[in-house]
Each structure stands twice: as structure tokens, then as C-alpha cells.
């Protein structure tokens, strides 16, 4: 496959068919994705974009100037109250206490074993007033865990239908959207937000995204949802501005090596095997999984999360077998052809023995042996 015959495959775990009787939500969106002659799929249970234009045009434009996507499926959950900080600091592994109001910062749940329930975000509103920021085909799954260990009486609510959410990414992101802003954009650190207005809409803004480029997420209102898409495209138009769906989203998350859930991290994987251990802050406080991390820190891991170059013909897709000196020793969890670096890559989890830059592997791509070297992450990183 060729960077000009890059597909919309379905390449992550959330892309699924969702049986008759499952009612499929619709976001704010969902008649711009049509008008605009958006590719729809059912997507963790609601109707979402996967392409526009097609994925290589779009990936392309977020990387050079900059992309729309919509991601209004994600869910939020507000968690207030007195005891509010000491609920998350127990609940997640970075540390609650360091979180200024302004500020974000990635975390996730853990299982006692310290395995992923999810990843999440928690943006501090407030001294005891945060909002977390969940992936949307786990969104039933975490207000259900959380509110199993909210023993503390804190207020834990689903505000997911409370919000819209678009992202702006790109090098020309900051530049399109203060046109329509009167908020200093240059001011906000990355992973900080300001509430602000957006085309005389309320709206929080947040210096946040999934694509390794420049960028803001936008939360309002769902009825302001539409006139603001609207008026970003019109704004954004003339500076290359395009929608964007999922397949660039995937593409471009990869290149930048950030973690999906149901690909690098689950239920079976620590952060300390994703390469994540810098959210795990063991002296800040005993959170779930905590003891785990701590065993598998001192006995020293066993796999670890490389990346890898593809140097045969082929794509390696997730649960392709990683191979060397005839056995399996790993597997794929992510894989697609770079339109930045025009090059098929991938990420996996191999023995740490092999996890070294520079590393000769095999992978298995539909019964055949396709040979590839172990490369360091990211892949892309922006320039500064």
C-alpha cells in the first residue's frame, strides 16, 4: 500500500458494528459531517466521520496547516465536592495535588493489578472541582468504577451531554482561531485552558490534542456547537483550514506515538510497559494499582512498548505476531503507512532484551515474514 491508496480501514478497537438494537448517538455535528460528504461510521456507539476528503489529504493539511475534527462522543465527568482532590489523588496514579486551577494533566484509572480501566485527562476547574475527560467506548465502564470507589461522598456527575467538543490542530490553529476570539491564545501553556469566548459563544478553551501538533480543544455548549464549526471552517477555510475524521486522527496519533486504548494500553498492560510510567507518581499517594506498580518496578519489566520501522512490503496491523529466530515474542498493537515520513510503521510489545533502536525483528503480516527494525519514539515530533 502506497501513500496514495492510504484507506479508511478500520484501524482501532473503538471502530466497531454495533448490533441492531443498539441505539447509535448522534453528536451537534452530525448534519455538517453530511453536508460536508463525510464518510459516517458507527464509532464506540455513535455516528462519526472516519474521512472527508480522504485520510492522506487530511492527515497532510493538520500537519502543514490544519484540521476540524470533531470529537463531541468523547465523555466528561465532573467530580466536586469537599474530599474532591483526595478522591482522584486515590482514584489515579499522577499526582491531583500539583494540579494548579488552569492546568491538566493525563492520568488514567488502574485496576488493583495496575492494568488500564482507561486513560483519561483531569482538567482542575477548581480547588475541589474537576473535570475528567474519558474515552467515549468507556464512558459507561469509568462513571461506573468511579462511582464503586466513591466511598468519600464527593459529587461525581456524567456531564457528557453538557458538551460539544472541537478540536482545531495545526500549525496554523492558534493563528485561525484568534480571529474569532478576543482570549490571548498565545498565553495558554500547553495542557492549560481559560474560559473564553469563541465567535461571542462561551466557551473553554484548552491547549490540548491528540495529533502532535499545535492545537485547542473546544468545550461549549451542544446548540453552540454548529455556528462555531461553522465559523471556524469560514475563518480557517482560506488558510487551508479542512474537516477531519477518524483515520486521520489514527494516523496522525500514531506518528506521534500517544497511546489508544484497546491498542497500547488495556486491561492487561501497566504504564510502565506503555512507556507512561512518568504519570506514576508512587510517593504521591496510595491510588489503586499502586502496590502492583511498585512489585513490577522491583522485580523490572518484562515487555516493553517499541516502535518499528516496516523495512519489507507490508502494513502490519494490530495482533500481527512479532518475530525472531522463528518464535513469536511479541505482537502489533498499532500499524499504518506515515504520509509524513512515507514509511509503514507500527508499534508493538517485545521482550525488553530487544526493545533497543536498532533492533532486527520479523513480522508476521497474513502468513508471511516481513523484516523490520526497532525504532525509537515518537516517530514525529513537531518542531518547537
Known sequence: MGPETLSSEPLFS?????????????????????????????????????????????????????????????????????????????MTPNDVARL?????????????????????LVYRLAAEEFLLVVNAANAEKDFAWLAEHNDSGVTLED????????????????????????????????????????????????????????????????????PVWNRLLEEGGPEGLVPA????????????????????????????????QWVVK????????????????????????????VEGRGIARQGHKVVADGEEVGFVTSGTFSPTLEKALGMAYVPVSMAASGTSVSLDIRGKRVPAVIVDLPFYKRAK
Open 14 to 90: 473503538e471502530l466497531n458494528a454495533m448490533s441492531e438494537n443498539t441505539p447509535v448517538r448522534r453528536t451537534p455535528l452530525y448534519d455538517a459531517h453530511l453536508a460536508a460528504g463525510g464518510k459516517l461510521v458507527e464509532f464506540a456507539g455513535w455516528q462519526m466521520p472516519v474521512q472527508y476528503s480522504g485520510v492522506l489529504q487530511e492527515h497532510r493539511a493538520v500537519r502543514t496547516a490544519a484540521g476540524l475534527f470533531d470529537v463531541s462522543h468523547m465523555g466528561e465527568f465532573r467530580v466536586s465536592g469537599e474530599g474532591a482532590e483526595a478522591f482522584l489523588q486515590g
Open 100 to 120: 494548579k486551577p488552569g492546568r491538566i494533566h493525563y492520568s488514567g484509572l488502574l485496576t488493583e493489578r495496575g492494568t488500564y480501566v482507561d486513560d483519561l
Open 159 to 226: 456531564v457528557s451531554s453538557d458538551y460539544g467538543l472541537i478540536a482545531v490542530q495545526g500549525p496554523k490553529a492558534e493563528e485561525i482561531l484568534s480571529g474569532l476570539t478576543t482570549t490571548d491564545l498565545a498565553a495558554i501553556r500547553y495542557y492549560a485552558f481559560v474560559q473564553g469566548e469563541v465567535d461571542g459563544r462561551s466557551v473553554l478553551i484548552s491547549r490540548t490534542g491528540y495529533t502532535g501538533e499545535e492545537g485547542f480543544e473546544l468545550y461549549l455548549p451542544p446548540e453552540d456547537t454548529l
Open 245 to 276: 475524521g477518524l483515520g486521520a486522527r489514527d494516523t496522525l496519533r500514531m506518528e506521534a506515538a500517544m497511546a489508544l486504548y484497546g491498542h497500547e494500553i488495556d486491561d492487561t498492560i501497566t504504564p510502565l510497559e506503555a512507556g507512561l
Open 282 to 309: 508512587l510517593q504521591a499517594a496510595d491510588f489503586i494499582g499502586r502496590q502492583a506498580l511498585v512489585e513490577i518496578q522491583e522485580r523490572g519489566l518484562s515487555r516493553r512498548l517499541v516502535g518499528f520501522r
